[in-house]
């Protein structure tokens, strides 16, 4: 473990696939599915500070649980050290059907729908196909491969990004939004839209702890992990303020509501048609790095849990490189069912608040485990311990009761609630005797 870990990846590599993760298909897609309800271009941008305030206080405790638990699997590895390995399963069976193969596939169509922005006879399904194919087939030919092309595409992403705001500011002509507070603000910032909206954006922001699921493969993780986790999210909170700024001056809240490819609309307006095509071909660029951040990633999950659990044991097993291909095609084979066959919308609501259901265990588990354990050596300790905390559980609870309570999304999150069911009665029937120590 020492060797691989001497010989692992940076804490620039290990900073862009948390950027990766994070900067993806939300960013570039959600804001279309807000302004129709919230109308007000201060009550979005409270909207993806809130966002970014709960993604920074989750970092931290993460941080902390990533140093004192150092291994590679993100919340199946925590849950299972702080509680049960039951609700660590739980959670690691959440990472398997919609964790990873969700937002890779919600990723993959959003690249299919902006290269059809370019190509407009291009078959956006098959695009999509195409592109997870070619990301996985990157990944099997190993993690220095996969590494060079991670810090290539998530930086050129960065600096995609850094461009599109300069230009939006300098060369759009502005649109009359309000970015300053009015009187019905407050309102709307308490409103079931104003949180069922925030589904979206904590989508767009998850990824945030992606760090910790290859905790493994980075070197000197006590002190990277950690430090890749803050300074990765602080980079996209303000990235994500700017961006959605510039959406919002550069083009009519009518033009944006309810667009998939509300980027494309964004750039149409500040280049022009010709211009707006090349900036969808560098969106899908920025797409092809989340999507490989996210493939990455997952694997390593499956890895992880088929060294604990003898039904699992062939997710296991590495090449030569320590590459589990398995695992790799298996979460393809997910990716692939699910560009088939489900829609935008109800995929993403039903990830989120699986997503949101798992780190909101976890960070229960960071204060249960300072009570359990209080000697453990923490190398690095929760910033702004307990209210960082508290904040970060106060928010994605307040989000979770609204999801359940509004008839729009209750149905996809109960596919959320049955997935967890069906994981839990697989648990149920597994062996429990784990297959390494």
């Known amino acids: 473990m020492s060797t691989t870990r001497t010989q692992g990846i940076s804490l620039i590599t290990a900073t862009a696939v948390v950027v990766a993760n994070m900067i993806g298909t939300g960013v570039f897609t959600s804001l279309g599915f807000q302004v129709g309800d919230l109308p007000s271009g201060f009550t979005i941008m409270m909207l993806w500070l809130v966002g970014g305030v709960c993604a920074f206080c989750g970092a931290v405790c993460y941080g902390e649980l990533a140093a004192a638990l150092p291994r590679s699997g993100g919340e199946y590895h925590f849950l299972s050290r702080i509680f049960h390995p039951a609700v660590g399963f739980l959670s690691g069976w959440l990472s398997i059907t919609v964790g990873f193969a969700a937002p890779i596939a919600l990723a993959a169509m959003a690249f299919g729908k902006y290269f059809s922005t370019i190509f407009p006879h291009a078959p956006v399904t098959t695009w999509s196909l195409v592109m997870v194919w070619v990301i996985t087939l990157v990944h099997v030919g190993g993690i220095h491969v996969a590494a060079r092309f991670q810090n290539l595409a998530t930086w050129l992403k960065v600096a ?204 229960v588990g960071l204060i249960v485990l300072r009570f359990k354990q209080p000697d453990l050596p923490r190398p690095y300790r929760c910033w702004g311990y307990p209210f960082t905390p508290l904040l970060f559980l106060a928010i994605s609870l307040w989000m979770m009761v609204f999801l359940m309570l509004d008839t729009v999304t209750r149905e996809a999150s109960l596919y959320g609630l049955g997935l967890i069911l069906l994981g839990w009665i697989i648990y149920l029937v597994s062996p429990r005797t784990p297959r390494a120590a």
């Open 160 to 363: 995609l990004i850094g461009v599109f705001i300069g230009a939006g500011y300098w060369l759009a002509t502005g649109q009359p939004v309000r970015f300053t507070p009015a009187a019905d603000d407050l309102q709307l910032i308490g409103s079931r839209p104003f949180a069922v909206s925030l589904v979206y954006v904590m989508y767009s922001y998850a990824g945030w702890n992606a760090a910790t699921y290859i905790v493994g493969e980075i070197r000197n993780p006590q002190r990277n992990v950690p430090r890749a986790i803050a300074l990765g999210t602080l980079l996209v909170t303000v990235l994500y303020l700017a961006l959605n700024a510039v959406f919002l001056h550069a083009a009519p809240m009518s033009e944006l509501a309810g667009k998939l490819d509300v980027g494309h609309v964004a750039a149409e307006h500040i280049f022009g048609i010709t211009g707006g095509k090349i900036m969808s071909g560098l969106i899908c660029l920025g797409l092809a790095s989340s999507i490989s951040a996210m493939t990455w990633l997952g694997p390593r999950v499956l890895h992880t849990m088929g060294e604990d659990m003898k039904i699992l044991g062939p997710l296991a097993e590495c090449d030569q490189r320590g590459v589990p291909v398995t695992g790799l095609f298996v979460q393809l084979a997910i990716v692939i069912t699910l560009l088939l066959t489900a829609s935008f919308n109800t995929v993403l609501t039903a990830v989120q608040f699986s997503i949101q259901l798992g780190s909101f265990a976890t960070v």
